[in-house]
């Protein structure tokens, strides 16, 4: 039964997941460059992407599958450090293992793959701050983070909101604090605007936020999309039932976790909200709900006593992964 070797943290499942990533890549990359061309690109993306044009893109596609499968590990190192959960598992990992590679178009290199990586980082020092007597370092280096995930994806931006909620939830915050918060966003965009100004290539990155542009990164038509209607409509019936789980045990939860759980909520809620200012149709864009995904999902698999119904549900989610695959949904 696969979902028990991801339950029991079997070292099996070590071994499972690099290579269903690396399948999943290999697969991917069948059917489209490894490099996503984005359009109008953030500064510090558009770095990477020039140096990543210059690579082979089996070069590019290795990187990808490094990045995501470290994002697997980091997801399940998250939820055991911190105690999210009430019992230690690979299912938070094995969820997100699936969710990355739910879609092929997920799985090329695009800005939010970059993202990803900076926001679990960031999440994990935010967790630290739960009633830490010496916040400083943590609250900069976290605000700092954000900042530099929407330098990668402007909508990444929203996510300053998801963070300043969070640390009101997480402690007692004074003027201090916040300063320290401000501070830590400001700065790599004074350093990235300076360095642009100098080169002469501020305009190129302000231009699309002027008024006259700015319609070009509001886009719904994602909302009236039938493509993928099978597999949203189970991703959906997943979550309805996750979230009737995660209701039913939440008082059951200690405080601290319970405060991460709400915590994890408030970041799909956030990201969700990405997907109207994302400036294109490009179905990447929805990898960014991963992680939050993950997270809930894997709680699911743990939460039901009906491990036929776990394993049904893990089956059904990886015929459709498979399907996405063959059919070529990008």
Not at 54 to 82: C, D, M, S
Not at 270 to 295: E, H, K, N, Q
């Amino acid at each position: 039964m696969i979902v028990n070797i991801f339950r029991n943290s079997s070292p099996l499942a070590l071994i499972i997941i690099p290579a269903f990533m690396a399948a999943a890549w290999i697969s991917a990359s069948l059917g489209t460059p490894a490099l996503y061309e984005v359009r109008q690109p953030m500064p510090l993306f558009q770095v990477v992407a020039d140096v990543a044009h210059n690579l082979p893109g089996w070069i590019v596609a290795v990187i990808g599958f490094l990045l995501t499968t470290y994002q697997v590990f980091q997801v399940n190192r998250l939820i055991e450090k911190h105690e999210v959960l009430y019992k230690n598992s690979y299912l938070p990992g094995m969820a997100y293992m699936l969710l990355i590679a739910y879609f092929p178009g997920f799985l090329t290199f695009h800005p939010i793959l970059i993202v990803n990586t900076i926001l679990l980082v960031a999440l994990d020092k935010m967790f630290k701050l739960y009633k830490n007597p010496s916040p400083t370092g943590l609250l900069f280096d976290t605000f700092m983070l954000v900042s530099v995930a929407s330098l990668f994806y402007l909508p990444a931006a929203a996510l300053m909101l998801l963070f300043f909620i969070g640390l009101f939830m997480l402690r007692t915050v004074g003027w201090r604090d916040l300063l320290t918060a401000c501070i830590g966003l400001v700065v790599p965009y004074f350093l990235v605007f300076v360095y642009l100004y100098w080169t002469h290539g501020l305009d190129r990155y302000l231009e699309p936020l002027t008024g006259r542009n700015a319609a070009s990164f509001i886009d719904v038509s994602w909302m009236t999309r039938y493509d993928y209607r099978i597999n949203l409509s189970f991703l959906l019936l997943f979550f309805i039932l996750t979230v009737v789980r995660i209701r039913s045990n939440f008082y059951k939860n200690v405080t601290r976790a319970r405060a991460y759980q709400e915590v994890i909520f408030i970041y799909l809620g956030v990201s969700l909200a990405t997907l109207g200012i994302a400036g294109s149709d490009a179905l990447y864009r929805f990898s960014i709900l991963t992680v939050p995904l993950a997270m809930m999902f894997g709680y699911y698999f743990l939460a039901t006593k009906k491990f036929w119904w776990s394993e049904l549900l893990f089956w059904m989610m990886a015929v459709l992964l498979v399907s996405n695959h063959i059919v070529g949904v990008y």
